[in-house]
């Protein structure tokens, strides 16, 4: 089965709309009829105006009554008993259900009843995980019963149960994860389900309107509207991020629902905020519906999700680095580590290469690198362009699976005695056999970081200890030695500024450059 793509979409009608208040000791209070129309005396630019203002409404309300019916809401019961005393309140920080509905013993009860429960990734400084378990979203994709969402909306291994738009109840029968992209796929035994349709990513646009649906808060059937406000975002909370950013209203509760564009068409599976508050200001993502019909296809057909790999560690290219490395700033990412017996060792690259284009596509970032590789068909060959020592030249890489085991992290180093080079504001050490195996860095070559003055030039590009010091200025290190005397050469070069080394941690190479 794969995700359907867009086809022809027609609208069925508008929706009628109805609204009724209530003062306490006011009366009814009926317009006269023959009262003058306020918006007769309109010129004719005003009344333009006005009936473009309906038409947007009309399509907003035929856009939710096609898609609505599509959206589910998704409840994630943890297999183990809570581990929460029913006598005793939990604290927040802690991770549990809060019990600080404030509406409780009122008839708003229910209204407000799972405001404490699963909801998008979100915190002050930058998204984080939700709660395991709880109330989140989905869309059906297949009329058969196939429903994509979030990852941490169905995470934790409980019992997953789908209510749909009209009111029907399922058990899970499969859900597939894919913690990567924090998407997963959730089949239930039904028929004859509204499914919608997955629309093409790439063709969204900045300022494109959208609309979210979803069940913030446990609302059931909640649509909110804004518009694409970037694309390409990475934002730290998975390890293969291309967020759309958008201002429609998403919020806890909301996390697997979809992201629609005025033709009907799901464009993102809203996943995240960025919030102080604990709710929406404007700041959602959405994982793209290209990446997540490739990474659903593939679930539906197998249960996981298998990637090509190229076998280096990247990293973005700053002002300072392209200097350095003559390139142009933003142009293409830099290759900090070549790990052996890999697709990219056999291609030939090499540590400081700059790769600028992969295949057809121009890089500009790690993320974009990260997502070309990967969707590669295993066993295509493609070329690599890059710059190496100023010199743009190809290479041939033929794509691969990546080892389920690959970009394992290293254990942390402990402190050694070293040598103070003050100019830098650290001390290093011999990297020997004992120290390599500690840090996990076994054949790694270099000098090791013991301590870092604070507020030093080290410390300012984000040196600590147990980071390893592979190279100065493109030069290889195997020695304190080496490092004091390649130090040592670069303060005779009257025109030199800030010097560039190559570092090592146990998140894999990176390179920096230190003003001495």
Do not use: C
């Not at 290469?353 to 974009?368: C, E, H, M, N, Y």
Request: proline residues 6%; without cysteine.
């Amino acid at each position: 089965m794969k995700f359907r793509k867009p086809e022809a979409w027609a609208s069925t009608g508008l929706a009628a709309l109805a609204a009724a208040g209530l003062l306490s000791g006011a009366a009814w209070v009926n317009a006269d009829q023959s009262q003058k129309n306020p918006l007769a005396s309109l010129t004719p630019q005003q009344q333009e105006a006005i009936d473009s203002a309906h038409h947007l409404s009309s399509a907003f309300r035929t856009v939710a009554e096609e898609l609505l019916p599509s959206v589910v809401s998704i409840e994630n019961r943890p297999a183990v008993a809570s581990k929460w005393n029913s006598q005793a309140k939990p604290q927040p920080s802690q991770g549990g259900p809060r019990d600080d509905n404030p509406f409780r013993g009122t008839p708003f009860e229910d209204m407000f009843r799972g405001m404490e429960r699963g909801g998008p990734y979100m915190s002050p400084g930058r998204p984080t995980p939700a709660p395991q378990g709880g109330i989140g979203s989905g869309v059906i994709i297949d009329a058969s019963g196939v429903i994509l969402t979030n990852n941490h909306v169905v995470a934790g291994g409980g019992e997953v149960t789908v209510r749909t738009h009209d009111g029907r109840e399922f058990v899970a029968t499969n859900v597939w994860t894919d913690p990567k992209t924090d998407l997963a796929v959730v089949k239930v035994d039904a028929t004859d389900l509204s499914a919608a349709t997955l629309g093409d990513s790439d063709r969204v646009s900045i300022g494109d309107w959208v609309m979210a649906l979803g069940q913030p808060f446990g609302l059931e059937s909640t649509v909110t509207a804004g518009i694409i406000s970037a694309k390409h975002r990475g934002i730290g909370i998975t390890a293969r991020e291309n967020f759309l950013q958008t201002d429609a209203a998403i919020n806890p509760g909301n996390s697997g629902g979809p992201l629609v564009n005025l033709r009907g068409e799901v464009v993102g599976i809203n996943t995240a905020i960025h919030s102080r508050s604990g709710g929406n200001e404007g700041i959602g993502f959405a994982v793209p519906s290209n990446l997540a019909r490739w990474v659903g296809d593939q679930l539906v057909d197998s249960g996981t999700v298998k990637r090509a790999y190229l076998g280096v560690g990247i990293q973005p290219v700053t002002p300072e680095l392209a200097k350095e490395l003559k390139v142009k700033p933003r142009g293409g990412v830099i290759v900090t580590d070549v790990y052996p017996d890999t697709p990219a060792a056999k291609a030939g690259l090499q540590s400081g290469d700059v790769i600028i284009r992969f295949g057809k596509k121009l890089v500009s970032t790690p993320q974009a690198l990260q997502l070309a590789v990967e969707r590669s068909t295993f066993g295509e060959e493609l070329m690599i362009e890059i710059v190496r020592s100023g010199k743009t030249m190809k290479l041939g890489y033929e794509a691969a699976v990546q080892p389920t085991d690959f970009g394992a992290s290293t254990p942390e180093a402990q402190e050694q005695p070293g040598k103070r080079m003050e100019s830098l504001g650290l001390e290093i050490a011999p990297l020997d056999t004992a120290v390599a195996k500690q840090l996990g860095m076994e054949g790694t070559e270099g000098v090791v970081i013991t301590s870092v003055r604070e507020k030093s030039p080290a410390a300012e590009v984000g040196l600590v200890p147990g980071i390893v010091i592979r190279e100065v200025n493109r030069q290889k290190v195997t020695s304190v030695a080496d490092f004091e005397r390649l130090m040592a050469e670069h303060r005779k070069d009257a025109s030199a500024e800030g010097i560039l080394l190559l570092v090592r941690s146990e998140k894999g190479s990176r390179f920096v450059v230190v003003n001495s």
